[in-house]
């Protein structure tokens, strides 16, 4: 009883992460993805971040002379880490 309930929990994950978004690959679509708010991934996006985010830049980590400009929040917009 108890693996049909762990089989039927993580198929209805799997289901609700994997289905609905294109990650940005529409021709005229937004270039951004979102997994319920908790992760956002966007693709060149050179947007100042705002004063309520935590902003973290991939240079203060470590060295790098090709950017993107890619930016990932976490938590709702509490964590931002941009490359640029």
Excluded at 35 to 56: H, N, R, W
Aim: aromatic share 10%.
């Amino acid at each position: 009883m108890t693996r049909k309930i762990l089989l039927l929990l993580s198929l209805s994950i799997c289901g609700l992460v994997f289905s609905g978004c294109d990650g940005g690959t529409a021709q005229m679509g937004p270039k951004e993805a979102s997994v319920l708010g908790i992760v956002k991934l966007e693709k060149e996006s050179y947007q100042a971040v705002g004063p309520s985010t935590f902003a973290v830049s991939t240079d203060e980590l470590y060295t790098r002379k090709n950017f993107q400009g890619n930016k990932a929040t976490f938590l709702w917009g509490l964590v931002t880490l941009k490359d640029y």
